[in-house]
């Protein structure tokens, strides 16, 4: 009789971890370097705190940290990973990306390795293509990883006050393996993208059409340096684009909006996440925000955030728990799981 592998009808999250680097930077810290205040990022974004790494470590070393605490959460040692996905918009350096720093660091040499780049909704990317590889027999556990380092990338100048104030450094990380119950796990995921929006939050260079100039002629102030967004307008994209994913996750699985236990989203703004939640009819109880200490770590905020909420035992056996994002690209999605 001919043996065939049986494959797993669903993938989840056997683990999580989260690594923070130990220097905190208070809005008083910034309000010394830039014409802020405590009380304006409080009121706009709901941060109180962040945090810098020293010099010289990077974001594959938070990866690398935060990727330890996962396996061991899941059960599991480094040579059960069988695939390593990463994504970061602070990698290293240039080129190649930080996964083959991470599989380095980790002792994974051999194994496929790649990175992902979706900015603020790489985790629900990357948990989509987990999810197809474990469904698939592609692999068995992968190990995710969001991590990011901004501290470095950010201009402490007056000009981008709305966006340094907002971003800090960590990295969170999960294993993606066979969900030990059919009824259990990823159920579904949407994601998506917007193109047209590129160029209302991004980084111009040094890049592949700036680089030769921005080689010979940049200085700390040309703005094509640092990061750029138009506040206003990323602000009310995600409010809608995240309550519209949420509710086309809720209809691919005939739940409704009181079927969410816990919606862990991705940590832009404190008051997005609030207006979301608020059209959704979910209450502060059913909603997770770490963003007060953290600020936004891009890739790695629903890794973190996941880590945490787990760790505080808010998460409950057969909890529906909604994933959500939205940033740069423009990319958003949504994802469902059954815990
Ligand atoms: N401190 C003090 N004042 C400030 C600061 C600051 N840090 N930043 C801006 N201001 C001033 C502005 O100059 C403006 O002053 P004016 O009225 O005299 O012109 C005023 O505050 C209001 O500025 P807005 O930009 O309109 O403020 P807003 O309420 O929109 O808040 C913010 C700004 C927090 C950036 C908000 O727009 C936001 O969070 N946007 C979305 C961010 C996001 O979701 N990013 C996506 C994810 S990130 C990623 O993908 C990498």
Known sequence: MENVMELPKRSHILGAGFEVPRTVVRNDDLSSVLSTSDEWIIQRSGIRERHYVDDGNGSSALAERAARQAIAAAGLTPADIDLLICATLSSDIDFPGNSSFIQQRLGLGGILAFDVRNQCSSFLYMLSVADQYVRTGGARHVLVIGSEVHSTGIEYADRSRHVTVLFGDGAGAVVVGPSPDDNR????????????????L??????SLSKPRLALDWTPDDISGWPQMDGRFVFRHAVTRMGECIEEALAAIGAGKDDIRMLLPHQANLRINQLVAMGLGISDDRMANNIERYGNTTAATIPILLAETLAAGRIHDNDLVCLSAFGSGFTWGAALLRW
């Open 185 to 200: 796990g990823l159920l579904t995921i949407n994601l998506h993208s917007e193109g047209a929006h590129a160029q209302k």
């Open 202 to 207: 991004c980084l111009l260079g040094p890049a």
